[in-house]
């Protein structure tokens, strides 16, 4: 069983900075595709960064160059810094695990509130 926790949310004022960290416990495998992803009011959920252990990574356009995602396989735990923050990144974030192959799962975590608001 895997278990995500994340930590690090909050509210900032535009232009301002954030790093959301996820802490992954249970069996963990290098392999493992972890990363984030974030629900604003009335959209659907959206990538957002998601990194292998490669490492290669994908970022949505929308906060690329903004944005950087990185990742610590000895903690098990991937972290979002988040600069230049706009009022549309407000969301909530979600941490995610994704296992491919014969034991294939998806993992969520609870999420955490970012609002970038003045």
């Known amino acids: 069983q895997v278990q995500l926790v994340e930590s690090g949310g909050g509210l900032v004022q535009p232009g301002g900075s954030l790093r959301l960290s996820c802490a992954a416990s249970?069996?963990?495998?290098?392999?493992?595709?972890m990363g984030w992803y974030r629900q604003a009011p009335g959209k659907q959920r959206e990538l957002v960064a998601i990194?292998?252990?490669?490492?290669?990574?994908n970022v949505a356009d929308s906060v690329k160059g903004r944005f950087t995602i990185s990742r610590d396989n000895a903690l098990n735990t991937v972290y979002l810094q988040m600069n230049s923050l706009k009022p549309d990144d407000t969301a909530v974030y979600y941490c995610?695990?994704?296992?491919?192959?014969?034991?294939?799962?998806?993992?969520w975590g609870q999420g955490t509130q970012v609002t970038v608001s003045s």
């Open positions: 995610n695990l994704r296992r491919l192959g014969a034991n294939a799962g998806n993992y």
């Open positions: 249970g069996s963990i495998f290098s392999s493992d595709i």
């Open positions: 990194m292998t252990s490669g490492p290669s990574t």
